[in-house]
Every structure is written in C-alpha cells, then in structure tokens.
C-alpha cells in the first residue's frame, strides 16, 4: 500500500503571495490532518477533515484553509503569506481519526 | 488542554548501548493514546509505538518498549542495543480517545545521536 504522499517537497513564495499544499492520504483512509512543524513553536495541529467536513480545527488565523475531495486527498491553502509561514507543513492520515496517524514526509515552505 | 512535556533537548549513546528518553504530560483525560514517533533527517515522522492508556502492560516493539507510568503520567522510550539509524528526532505525542477525531499532542522532541 502507498504511504501518505505530498506534493510538493520544496516550495519557496514571497510575502503576499498565497500556496497551495496537496496530501494524497493511505487509500482507505478518511480522515487527513495537517500540522506545521517550525523550529520555535515545534508541531502545532493546524485542522483536520474527514468526509469532505472539518472536524477540527486548530489556532490558527483565518488565511490558513483547507479542504478534501470525494476521494479523501486534501489540500491545504495559505493566504497573504508571512514570513512567519515558514515551516514544514505535515499531513497524516488515518482510517477514522481516533486512531494511529501516519504521516507524508512534509512540503518545506520557505517564504522570502 | 493536554500538554507533554520532553526535558531531554538532546541525548547521545552509543552504538548497541541502552538509552532511555523521558515523557510527561499532563491530562483529565482518562481514555487517551501515547505515542513516540520518530523523524529522521528525511523528515518522515515514523510511528514508533503506541500505548493505549486503560492498558497496564508496557507496549513493546522489537528493540523499542516503554515505560508507562500512568498515575504519575509518566512515558518514557527505551531503546536498546542502539544503532546508528535510530539517529533522529524522537516526538512523544498524546492523543485523547473521542468519538471522531482528536489532533495529537506533541511535545518539544529529543534529537538522539547514535555514536559509532
């Protein structure tokens, strides 16, 4: 079975710009999370989406979104991009949510 | 809210040596998961093992096995006879146990060298 795929690995935008992440998911499972990684503030959930719905959401402003497709691969969207954007974005997915998540090998997101 | 807490920034052992990484946290909860997950220089974070909290007996994975002390809230990751791939970040990570989905909790990590 594939892992948890993302796309793409390296991303480099400037401020004011938006970016798009994409996470193709375990096949099977339903639910896909997305978390950001930086060096100051570690890993912080960012949301979460099964069955095309939110389900949860972290803190974080209102320019991080994201959604997920009919079949389960999600995307996520920043807007209006800051400095303090910079970071290893992560997704995982797992077959319900309240189970073992498995992670994508992330997208640096470096932004100038 | 749920925090964990990692008081081991970095530790080092050496090659088929014993380490024992250290995990906190600090829960109401009383059906919740822990986890330590792995991430190497690759970036993949990879699940080590797993802990179901209403389990009393310690998880166990080939070289990997815990210590889960749970009045004291206490998870700490043994690793025995070390290799040089065990070199990577180490996470410990709650997750509490809920109808859908809860995100996990990760603590701050321990970077872990293998020394040859």
């Known amino acids: 079975k594939a892992g948890v795929t993302q796309t793409p690995r390296y991303l480099i935008k400037t401020r004011g710009q938006q970016v798009t992440l994409s996470c193709s998911p375990i096949?099977?499972?339903?639910?896909v999370s997305w978390y950001q990684q930086t060096p100051g503030q570690g890993l912080q959930f960012l949301f979460e989406?099964?069955?095309?719905?939110?389900?949860n959401k972290g803190n974080f402003p209102g320019r991080f979104s994201g959604r997920q497709f009919s079949n389960s691969r999600s995307e996520m969207n920043v807007s209006t991009l800051e400095l303090g954007d910079s970071a290893l974005y992560l997704c995982?997915?797992?077959?319900?949510?309240?189970?073992?998540?498995?992670f994508g090998a992330g997208t640096r997101l470096s932004v100038l | 809210a749920q925090t964990v807490t990692q008081s081991q920034p970095e530790m080092s052992v050496q090659e088929a040596e014993t380490v024992t990484l250290s995990c906190t946290y600090d829960?109401?909860?009383?059906?919740?998961?822990l986890f330590w997950y792995k991430q190497p220089p690759s970036r993949q974070m990879i699940l080590v093992i797993r802990?179901?909290?209403?389990?009393?007996q310690n998880a166990t994975e080939n070289r990997f096995s815990v210590n889960f002390q749970k009045a004291a809230k206490s998870f700490s990751l043994k690793i025995s006879d070390s290799q040089l791939g065990d070199t990577a970040m180490y996470f410990c990570?709650?997750?509490?146990?809920?109808?859908?989905?809860?995100?996990?909790?990760f603590g701050k990590g321990t970077r872990l060298s293998v020394i040859a």
């Open positions: 995982a997915s797992s077959p319900s949510g309240a189970d073992i998540q498995y």
């Open positions: 096949s099977g499972h339903r639910s």
């Open positions: 989406y099964f069955s095309e719905t939110q389900r």
């Open positions: 829960t109401s909860e009383s059906n919740y998961y």
């Open positions: 802990q179901e909290a209403y389990k009393q």
């Open positions: 990570a709650f997750m509490k146990l809920h109808s859908g989905n809860t995100p996990l909790v």
